[in-house]
Nanobody, 124 residues
Framework: QVRLVESGGGLVQAGGSLRLSCAASGRTFDNYVMGWFRQAPGKERDFVAGIRWSGDNTYYADSVKGRFTIAIDNAKNTGYLQMNSLKPEETAVYYC?????????????????WGQGTQVTVSS
């Protein structure tokens, strides 16, 4: 049974930082990618960042470039999302996901497995 478990969410002031983690288990993830998405109340679940499981390719939404960094420890099957200079409008539930590498990171439908999400709240 594949499981993705996020942690690290919480309440932070605008301009602050948080580091999210995603622990994956239950299968081998060779040639997979990990993605991070977020969903604010009443809005669509949007792509934030993605990385190949090998760690050699990353992709970011334009809105987070230069502020967020995605990384993966493939020996531990654990991914990370370092979020700096957070903004109140980035308050959302953050989800990690895993799916086969296709060359694309942004499409939700390409991901087979999802975590339960972790709440990030940025106060103004």
């Amino acid at each position: 049974q594949v499981r993705l478990v996020e942690s690290g969410g919480g309440l932070v002031q605008a301009g602050g930082s948080l580091r999210l983690s995603c622990a994956a288990s239950g299968r081998t993830f060779d040639n997979y990618v990990m993605g991070w998405f977020r969903q604010a109340p009443g809005k669509e679940r949007d792509f934030v960042a993605g990385i190949r499981w090998s760690g050699d390719n990353t992709y970011y939404a334009d809105s987070v470039k230069g502020r967020f960094t995605i990384a993966i420890d493939n020996a531990k099957n654990t991914g990370y999302l370092q979020m700096n200079s957070l903004k109140p409008e980035e308050t959302a539930v953050y989800y990690c996901a895993a799916g086969p590498h296709t060359g694309y990171f942004t499409f939700k439908t390409l991901y087979d497995y999802w975590g339960q999400g972790t709440q990030v709240t940025v106060s103004s």
